[in-house]
């Protein structure tokens, strides 16, 4: 019940004290009829700082003056409420006992209880009614003036909006424009695919039409900008509308599906361009969120390769569930710096600690466990780049394998809860280094429950390529169309399998809480997409034709690169889990004596950078692995 007294708290409760005078004045006024004679005028007086003291008290009492005004709500009200009625109740028995109700009607204490709770809860409902319109100000008459701007969205400066989709996400879409004063655009109506929603309003504005006749009502209303606000469209449903968009000739943008919006929460911020990911339909991922947030609230979280594509996706999904600290382990002092300034202002009330460090320097791993003393460890550092690899083996085997070798070893010595490793389609059957590396990874965490018992849950998660990381296809095309061209396409059969980052992460988490030790668990990655039609499909999303505008250029299958990826062997026993999406392998056929002996055999040929004797190791350690 701790007030900070300021300012602010001052002309706050003059505000209060004024509409309490005003309250008791203007019930005498009322119950008699505004002719109020000496002797009632005279007890009025009396009762001016009994009144005062005790409904001041009594509103600290309840907390009224804790609360910021702009953020008002109905428990605030309550609160009014509360206050109000006892407030009354400890004013009558007081001049009960002072006057027995001489010359003090009675019913001078319900009105006054009437007009209280008019008078305050009206003045702090109108102000946040006045902050949802306009940006910070510091002064009553800003703040009336600016109520008084914040009506004329419908100026010549404000954009006609037009937004897709009358559900819950269009409703919160036209709040949040609503509410912000900043934001120049005005929402002349809504368009959307149910028959039944035509001609209704939502908050005063009207669904217009159906989606399909979308060029006649921008036509009709002088729609400058549109929005596109169905996050549940399939792939299908959304390149149709992104079809009639381009037809319209104006300015269109989408909302993310509801697995990029942090906390499902839907912002004008968050609001973006169409692109490719938008037009693969992938639907939202079901997650059990107690029991990922039973394994990841309230502990001590470590991810390597934070700065990374998987590791920014997977910080973002993990402090949804509110753990005590994350430490960003990143070796890349742009990347950490950048996700270090994103996460603490996105997420203020978790700790978060960047640490600039290398999987390959096992001292660094052991200081950084030993000061935070982690709970959980996903490990998604990584080199990754199939090509890259080919050329230069030996960093695969230091970075990819020994640095995984390091981060097991010391996660098992300082007995971690559960160890959650990032694989690849790319590891199984491999053809190059990058997916070979990955497989011996692999194994040496796998071996950890299978082989060793240990205290700490090692959990492998295995899953294709993710749209918009760093060095995926589509940055690679969309700069290819902007210079005009020719996209590189390496064969015209390839195929790949796709998910969007959100989901892969999503995904990550759900088979971590599942995880009992030694799995490697699969994730369904859908149908797989050719490339050259993904390239095709690009260049006509961009405004060109294929061939025509801009050329497909065929460059030939890349070192170690494969026509298709595969998500599982022949030889690997595949088991449906309790969640549709994700699938686990419980095979580990591995003579461990060989391994390990081969896997020294391999440390050695990289130490002395001897490409040929390093894919030669690969092979006796891997027999799948075909070069």
């Known amino acids: 019940m701790k007030i900070r007294f300021s300012r602010n708290l001052f002309i706050i409760m003059i505000s209060d004290i004024v509409l309490i005078l005003l309250s008791l004045y203007f019930s ?114 800003e703040v009336f003036l600016s109520f008084v701007q914040s009506f004329k969205k419908d100026s010549t400066s404000a954009k006609k909006l037009l937004i897709l989709g009358a559900g819950d996400c269009g409703e919160k879409l036209y709040r949040e424009i609503r509410n912000n004063s900043s934001i120049k655009l005005k929402v002349v109506g809504f368009l959307d695919d149910d ?60 909302v993310p599906g509801m697995g990029e919006l942090i906390n499902g929460k839907v912002t004008v911020n968050a609001i973006r361009e169409v692109e490719y990911r938008d037009l693969l339909g992938r639907k939202p991922v079901d997650l059990d969120d107690e029991k990922i947030g039973e394994y990841l ?65 096992k001292e660094e791993l052991e ?65 190059n280094v990058m997916g070979t590396s990955k497989r011996v990874s692999e194994i040496i965490v796998q071996s950890r429950n299978v082989i060793k018992k240990s205290k700490t849950t090692f959990i492998t998660v295995r899953f294709g390529n993710v749209i918009g990381s760093v060095g995926s296809v589509i940055p690679l095309f969309k700069k290819q169309i902007k210079e005009g061209g020719p996209v590189t396409v390496t064969h015209p059969d390839i195929i790949r399998y796709f998910m969007l980052i959100s989901e892969a992460c999503q995904l990550i988490l759900q088979a971590g809480s599942m995880g009992r030790g030694g799995e490697i668990f699969v994730l369904e990655m859908g149908d797989p997409v050719n490339i050259d039609s993904m390239a095709r499909d690009l260049i006509k999303f961009s405004g060109f034709e294929p061939e025509v505008d801009i050329k497909i250029k065929y460059t030939g299958l890349r070192p170690g690169e494969k026509l298709y990826e595969e998500l599982m062997t022949k030889d690997e026993n595949v088991v449906p889990t309790n969640h549709k999406k994700i699938m686990v392998l419980n095979s580990n056929k591995n003579d461990m004596d060989n391994f390990n002996t081969g896997l020294e055999k391999l440390k050695k040929a990289a130490k002395d950078r001897n490409k040929k004797e390093i894919k030669q190791c690969l092979i006796e350690i891997v027999p799948e692995y075909k070069p």
């Open 28 to 141: 005498y006024q009322i119950r008699f009829d505004f002719e109020i004679s000496v002797i009632f005028w005279d007890q009025f007086v009396w009762m001016i700082p009994s009144l005062i003291l005790i409904k001041i008290l009594t509103f600290i009492y309840f907390d009224l003056y804790r609360g910021m005004w702009r953020y008002t709500s109905l428990n605030d009200l309550i609160n009014i409420i509360k206050a109000s009625v006892v407030s009354s109740l400890l004013l009558g028995g007081w001049v009960f006992f002072r006057t027995q109700f001489v010359s003090v009607p009675r019913s001078v204490f319900l009105i006054d209880l009437s007009l209280t709770l008019l008078f305050i809860s009206g003045l702090r409902v109108l102000t946040r009614i006045s902050f949802e319109r306009l940006n910070e100000h510091t002064n009553l008459k």
């Open 195 to 254: 028959p039944a929603k035509i001609g209704r309003k939502i908050h005063g504005v009207l669904v217009i039409d159906q989606i399909e006749n979308i060029e006649s009502v921008v036509k009709g209303y002088g729609i400058e900008q549109i929005i596109i606000s169905i996050p549940s469209a399939n792939a299908s449903r959304m390149r149709y509308i992104v079809e009639l968009c381009k037809k319209c000739d104006v300015e269109f943008k989408t």
């Open 297 to 361: 609230g309230s502990r001590t979280i470590f991810v390597t390769g934070a700065g990374g594509s998987i590791g920014r996706g997977l910080c973002n999904q993990i402090l949804r569930y509110s753990p005590e600290k994350i430490i960003l382990f990143e070796r890349a002092e742009s990347p950490l710096y950048e996700i270090d300034l994103d996460l603490k202002r996105v997420f203020p009330n978790v700790e978060v600690v960047p640490f600039l460090g290398d999987i390959q320097n």
């Open 367 to 431: 200081k950084a466990f030993e000061k935070f003393k982690p709970d959980i460890v996903f490990h998604a550092a990584a080199y990754k780049h199939v090509p890259m690899l080919e050329h230069y083996p030996w960093k695969a085997v230091e970075n990819n394998i020994q640095g995984t070798e390091n981060l097991v070893d010391v996660a098992d010595r300082f007995e971690c809860e559960k160890f959650v490793f990032v694989s690849t389609d790319k590891a199984v059957n491999p053809t």
